[in-house]
């Protein structure tokens, strides 16, 4: 019989100990690379699927509009700068984006010439691929070629109101859609087919619960009277804590 020296002994189990920490350390980066868009401290990228992290990252594009603006280029280069708009100290932006059809997004927006703050711009640009379309095609069997909407920048505090604190729409942090219009035409209001119960129903519900995903605050119907024609999509400050809102 063999006999091992202790030394021998505990060198083999570091051995094995080492082995093991090697092959499971590689298999974790490995499934780190693949699921990136799970883990907060990698970087976002917009050709990952929406993942546990991709909210609290596209918040973060805040604080950096390079980045963000590198981002979108780097899935289309269509969509134009806008110059910075200043009115007063709570108001104006300098990282506006200016969605064209030719840009990032396969979609037109109405009225044209739509410019929102860049981290908004490109979580439009991941909730159009990843979860506009996709819905769209199993409610309807088609694309959606157009989404109204009503603005995204407007100097103006919440709801109108003359004190209090500003909506994120004064940065143009903020985006109100209207509905959609199919590619055979028909068209989808908020409005007129939240209350209802079949697909187009069903259709908003669904892409309102996907842009939870990616925004910090998603507002519909359900909130309140104020966003019965609309939902309200926004990159509040607080998105990138990982809080979020979405009624």
């Not at 596209?58 to 280029?73: H, I, S, Y």
């Not at 910075?84 to 104006?92: Q, S, T, V």
Request: glycine share 8%; aromatic share 8%.
């Amino acid at each position: 019989m063999i006999r091992y020296a202790p030394n021998m002994r505990a060198a083999a189990v570091i051995f094995l100990f080492a082995t093991i920490v090697a092959v499971l350390a590689i298999e974790a980066a490995a499934y780190i690379a693949l699921n990136r868009q799970d883990f907060a401290w990698t970087r976002l990228s917009l050709d990952d699927p929406v993942g546990k992290s991709t909210r609290v990252k596209l918040a973060a594009l805040r604080e950096d509009p390079d980045e963000c603006r590198a981002l979108l280029g780097g899935i289309g280069d269509g969509d134009q700068p806008a110059p910075a708009g200043h009115a007063g100290d709570n108001c104006g932006y300098v990282d506006g984006m200016r969605l064209l059809p030719e840009g990032t997004l396969s979609i037109r927006f109405v009225p044209a010439g739509l410019v929102t703050s860049c981290p908004v711009a490109a979580a439009l640009a991941l909730w159009e691929r990843e979860i506009v379309q996709p819905a769209a095609a199993r409610h309807f069997g088609q694309p959606v070629s157009l989404i109204a909407h009503a603005g995204s920048y407007s100097c103006r505090r919440l709801y109108g109101r003359n004190e209090g604190e500003f909506s994120e729409h004064a940065s143009a942090n903020a985006v109100d859609i209207l509905g959609f219009t199919l590619a055979d035409g028909r068209t989808v209001a908020i409005q007129r087919h939240w209350p209802g119960s079949g697909a187009d129903a069903a259709f908003l519900r669904e892409i309102r619960n996907g842009a939870c995903r990616l925004y910090a605050t998603v507002l519909s119907p359900d909130y309140n009277a104020a966003h019965a024609d609309h939902l309200h999509f926004d990159m509040a400050r607080r998105g990138k804590r990982g809080w979020s809102m979405c009624r």
